[in-house]
T-cell receptor, first 114, second 115 residues
């Protein structure tokens, strides 16, 4: 079956530092890839997505590139802010596995200190 | 434009009682997904429904758990005879169709606590 492996956390950075959260996946077919963010007490919000190889998703200064050759979708941001503190989830959706359900990684907690 | 609405936000039950969790998808969305999140873990798929049909329930425990999405009204996740291990956050998501390029829109979840 499909799976998503995320870099273990927690990650603690100072404001304006560079962020990378690694994500690799295994999939039967040709999945779409997503990054979601979860703030305390809330549900997941879509951060960015990519639907085919070499696509780059970007939003709010975050970027991730769909790398089929390395089966990766690493999340990056050049300069983090305190407000970026949250849990980040990498996910894939693959019709080959059936239905439209998504497979999620275990999440990476990011804390940004001023 | 209301998002995905889940209620209640918090639910406390004693062992052996029943828990009913409700989810109203975004307007125009006919696909509903339920996920469970245990503390410090990611989301685990439970069930995928369309109106009046269960499409995929491969992640749902065979006993005590059931889900429905009637023609009218919200989707319901029902847990009978709850046990301590059912304590978790349950999230509902919806999408307009099942295409893999479509992101899912999540509600804020129901946090179920079993005493």
């Amino acid at each position: 079956g499909n799976s998503v492996t995320q870099m273990e956390g927690p990650v603690t950075l100072s404001e304006e530092a560079f962020l990378t959260i690694n994500c690799t996946y295994t999939a039967t077919g040709y999945p779409s890839l997503f990054w979601y963010v979860q703030y305390p007490g809330e549900g997941l919000q879509l951060l960015l997505k990519a639907t085919k190889a070499d696509d780059k998703g970007s939003n709010k200064g975050f970027e991730a590139t769909y790398r089929k050759e390395t089966t990766s979708f690493h999340l990056e941001k050049g300069s983090v802010q305190v407000s970026d503190s949250a849990v980040y989830f990498c996910a894939l959706s693959d019709l080959a596995e059936g239905a439209g359900k998504s497979t999620f990684g275990d999440g990476t907690t990011l804390t940004v200190k001023p | 434009n209301a998002g995905v609405m889940q209620n209640p936000r918090h639910l406390v039950r004693r062992r052996g009682q029943e828990a009913r969790l409700r989810c109203s998808p975004m307007k125009g969305h006919s696909h509903v997904y339920w996920y469970r999140q245990l503390p410090e873990e990611g989301l685990k798929f439970m069930v995928y429904l369309q109106k009046e049909n269960i499409i995929d329930e491969s992640g749902m425990p065979k006993e005590r758990f059931s889900a429905e999405f009637p023609k009218e009204g919200p989707s319901i996740l029902r847990i009978q005879q709850v046990v301590r291990g059912d304590s978790a956050a349950y999230f509902c998501a919806s999408s307009p169709d099942r295409g893999t390029g479509q992101p899912q829109h999540f509600g804020d979840g129901t946090r179920l606590s079993i005493l």
